[in-house]
Every structure is written in structure tokens, then in C-alpha cells.
């Protein structure tokens, strides 16, 4: 074989091993931060709620382990010793309950799957008495996977969820004022939503993001407390549900992955930026990864970074100041989804629970430090 033939073989294979670089692009390098294991809660679930309390421990309430076998019982995560322990039983068993830590230092806990539908019943934990209590007043609405916003005045807006009769969503919300223990029926949303997200913005409005209806919705809107109604704002370039919501230092608010009308099948990695001042979405940079089942909330980190996690092996954190996401170091055992994700008071993030591609939950539980 001449010198001129072999110099055209060696230049179509840099060409082809240049074209497929081009179409399967590689994870971003960048390392910010590390996961690793942190022991196991006393019971696999998922679906749980878990919530920050005041001293720092971390209360694990719910959730399944897998489809009808659902739990009543509680836990407590103390970052001190990296242990779980009981934290006694809620009145109902709750899967995808709402939990909100009140101005009180006490936990509200609503709604949930407790079967194969949901309830309308609501019970507090006091963290000085270590116990859960009923609450006489119920909800408006049965609600499972619903989303509860704290407001400014401590009132606490829950929107949206399924019911007995729509289990693809509802446009009922309701506040619930911890001054009378009471519920209030609200003005409905302009749409239909279960598996949305809610956003307090840096004014005090309230930001409600894509979720499930008739269809999965690609539509946004704002609830005003003054007003206490709610308002029609921008549309996301993909409609989403299933997916995660997190506050930006500059007010703007991220959205990333979900997934669409597809479900399993179209799991995403897009990610959009809302900017109150303009009332629009923009396209950000892509995640690594295509995750759905997320937790509501992604992590907001001391360095103003987002962490998103869920839905696959790794976690990735989100620069506002570049706009890019980083995978981060270490990776979880699967692709665990409906976990929860809890910033710590030193500014590290509690991962805990899930379940894979299967109704088993685990037990397991990670700590991601920045």
C-alpha cells in the first residue's frame, strides 16, 4: 500500500472519529463538590417528605416502600452523628404528603396518597414534644403531590395536587393560617397541575412551573398574597413535569429536566431560566444528564450554586456565573427517583431514599459537601 493511499485512510478515520465526537458530546469535566454514602434510614422509603428543623436534624416523615405498602412512621437525621432514629408515627400513613417548617418551629404535614387516593387530613410535629398531632380543621381539597410554598406572613399556599376524581391534576388552592389552624379556599389557578413546582420569588410572589393536567403543561403563572390570586406569566419553551425548581441569588429562577408527555420515555436535560422582571423563559445550558422525578426544590449551595440531584447515578451543580452545570464527584448505586434533597446548616445536602426503575425503595442516604 502506497504513502499517498494510507494518508487518505488515516484522514477518514480522524474525520469519522471527529464527526462522532460532534454527536455524542462529553459530560462536562468540571468537579464541584463531592457525594458520598451516609448511611441508611431506619425504613427504605420513597415519596417521604423531609424537612430542616430548627436544630439542625433533619425529619423524614412517610412515604413507601413500595406501591400500598405505605408508612406512618418518622425519623430523625442528625448530621452530628450521621445516624437516623425514630421520631414516632403520624396519624395517617402519607405518600407525597406537602411538609413546611412553620414560623413556629412546628412541621405542617397535609394531603398524600394513602391508597389509591389521597386525603384532605393534616397533622403537625412539634419538635420539642417529639410527637405528630391531628389537626381538627382538614384541607379544602384532597390532595396527593400537591406543593406548598412558606409566604412571607407565615401563611403557607398549597396548589395544585391529584384527587380521587383528577388523579391527572386540579386547579384548587388553599392557604392555611397557622394563626387559627385553619384552611381557606383560594381563587383556583388558571390551570390544572400535580408534579408542578412552586418558587417563592425574591418579592414574596409565588411562582408555579409546568405539571401535569389534562396535558403536561408548558404554562406558568404567579400567585400574588396581596391579591391572593393568581396571574398568567410566560411560557417554557418545553412543557415539563416531575422536574426541579430553584431560586437564583439574582432573583431568577432555574428549571431543569422532568420530563414530558412520554414519562419514562422522555426523560430530559434541558433547562430554562424564568426572570421576573421580564416575565419570560430563556433556554440555559443543558444538564449532563436527563433526570426526572425530582425533588421540588434544587439545593441552593452557600456559593449561591444550585445543586440538582434525582432521576440518575450522579448529582450536578449549576453555576449561575457561568450558566453551565458540573457533574460532581462520586456517584449513588442507581438512578434513584422521588428522593429527597435537604440542605444542612453547614451548607451540605442530604440525599436520602427513592426508588429505581421498580416500586422498591431503598433505605440508603448520601451527603453531598460543595
Not at 412541621?107 to 394513602?114: K, R, S, T
Not at 406548598?148 to 392557604?175: F, Q, R, Y
Not at 444528564?289 to 449551595?301: G, I, Q, T, V, Y
Request: proline fraction near 5%; hydrophobic fraction near 40%.
Amino acid at each position: 500500500m502506497n504513502r499517498t493511499r494510507l494518508l487518505l485512510i488515516a484522514s477518514a478515520i480522524l474525520t469519522i472519529s471527529v464527526a462522532a465526537t460532534a454527536f455524542h458530546p462529553a459530560k462536562s469535566t468540571s468537579r464541584v463538590g463531592t457525594l458520598t454514602a451516609a448511611g441508611s434510614m431506619l425504613e427504605p422509603r420513597s415519596g417521604h417528605a423531609a424537612t430542616l428543623l430548627p436544630d439542625g436534624k433533619v425529619l423524614i416523615a412517610g412515604g413507601m416502600r413500595r406501591n400500598q405498602d405505605f408508612y406512618k412512621s418518622a425519623e430523625l437525621y442528625d448530621p452530628a452523628t450521621g445516624k437516623f432514629q425514630p421520631a414516632g408515627e403520624m396519624n395517617e400513613r402519607r405518600v407525597s404528603p406537602v411538609a413546611v417548617l412553620l414560623h413556629s418551629g412546628k412541621v405542617l404535614i397535609a394531603g398524600g396518597w394513602i391508597g389509591h387516593g389521597c386525603t384532605d387530613s393534616a397533622e403537625l410535629y412539634d419538635p420539642a414534644a417529639g410527637k405528630f398531632s391531628a389537626l381538627a380543621s382538614r384541607m379544602t381539597a384532597q390532595r396527593g403531590d400537591a406543593r406548598a410554598t412558606l409566604l412571607n406572613n407565615g401563611d403557607v399556599l398549597i396548589t395544585g395536587g391529584a384527587d380521587h376524581d383528577s388523579p391527572g391534576g386540579v386547579t384548587s388552592a388553599e392557604l392555611f393560617r397557622e394563626s387559627s389552624m385553619t384552611f381557606q379556599a383560594l381563587t383556583p389557578m388558571h390551570f390544572a397541575r400535580v408534579a408542578h413546582t412552586a418558587t417563592l420569588l425574591q418579592d414574596g410572589r409565588v411562582l408555579i412551573v409546568g405539571g401535569r393536567g389534562d396535558r403536561v403543561n408548558a404554562v406558568a403563572e404567579i400567585y400574588d398574597p396581596e391579591t391572593k390570586r393568581f396571574i398568567e406569566t410566560g411560557s417554557l419553551a418545553t412543557a415539563r413535569y416531575k422536574h426541579t425548581a430553584g431560586l437564583l441569588p439574582d432573583g431568577r429562577v432555574l428549571i431543569a429536566g422532568g420530563s414530558d408527555k412520554r414519562d419514562w420515555s422522555g426523560n430530559l436535560n434541558s433547562a430554562e431560566i424564568y426572570d421576573p422582571k421580564t416575565g419570560r423563559f430563556t433556554l440555559a445550558a443543558p444538564m449532563n444528564d436527563s433526570r426526572f422525578k425530582l425533588p421540588e426544590e434544587a439545593a441552593p449551595l452557600p456559593s449561591g450554586k444550585l445543586l440538582v440531584a434525582g432521576g440518575n447515578k450522579t448529582v450536578e451543580v449549576f453555576d449561575p456565573a457561568t450558566g453551565k452545570f458540573s457533574v460532581a464527584s462520586g456517584e449513588m448505586n442507581d438512578s434513584w427517583h422521588f428522593m429527597t434533597e435537604t440542605r444542612l446548616k453547614d451548607g451540605s445536602v442530604l440525599l436520602a431514599g427513592g426508588y429505581p426503575n421498580n416500586d422498591r425503595a431503598t433505605a440508603q442516604a448520601w451527603v453531598y459537601r460543595p
